[in-house]
C-alpha cells in the first residue's frame, strides 16, 4: 500500500486559483497511476484528472477542462493539481487517489486514498 496525503486546500473567491499537491509514501511513486476525484456536498465523488505513472498520459473531466491541470514529480513522491478559474461548483472535498501499475478514469480501480482536502470557492 501507498500512503498518501493532501494539502492546499481552502478558501478562494471564483476565479482565483489553488495547487492542490499530494504526497505519497511507502512505495515507489512512479509505480502508481494517480488521480483526483471530487465529493462535493450531497453528492457522489467523481472524477476529476489523472495522470500515468511516467505522466505521459492524463484525461481529464470534462468540467474541468482547460482550467485544471495534474502533474506529478518522481524525484518528489507528489502529484498536483493546478485549478485556475475556479468556481463555486468546484466547491468539494477532494481526494488523491493511487493504483499500482495503471492508468484509470474508473473510481472503482483506485485502492490507495487520501484523507480528503476541502476546497471551498465563494461567489
Known amino acids: 500500500q501507498v500512503q498518501l496525503v493532501e494539502t492546499g486546500g481552502g478558501l478562494v473567491q471564483a476565479g482565483g486559483s489553488l495547487r492542490l499537491s499530494c504526497a505519497a509514501s511507502?512505495?515507489?511513486?512512479?509505480?502508481?497511476?494517480m488521480a483526483w476525484f471530487r465529493q462535493a456536498p450531497g453528492e457522489e465523488r467523481s472524477f476529476v484528472a489523472s495522470?500515468?505513472?511516467?505522466?505521459?498520459?492524463?484525461a481529464y473531466a470534462d468540467s474541468v477542462k482547460g482550467r485544471f491541470t495534474i502533474s506529478r514529480d518522481n524525484a518528489k513522491n507528489t502529484v498536483y493539481l493546478q485549478m485556475n478559474s475556479l468556481k463555486s461548483e468546484d466547491t468539494a472535498v477532494y481526494y488523491c487517489?493511487?493504483?499500482?501499475?495503471?492508468?484509470?478514469?474508473?473510481?472503482?480501480?483506485?485502492?490507495?486514498w487520501g484523507q480528503g482536502t476541502q476546497v471551498t470557492v465563494s461567489s
Open positions: 511507502g512505495r515507489t511513486f512512479s509505480n502508481y497511476g
Open positions: 495522470i500515468s505513472l511516467s505522466g505521459g498520459t492524463i
Open positions: 487517489a493511487a493504483r499500482r501499475r495503471l492508468f484509470s478514469t474508473v473510481q472503482s480501480d483506485y485502492d490507495n
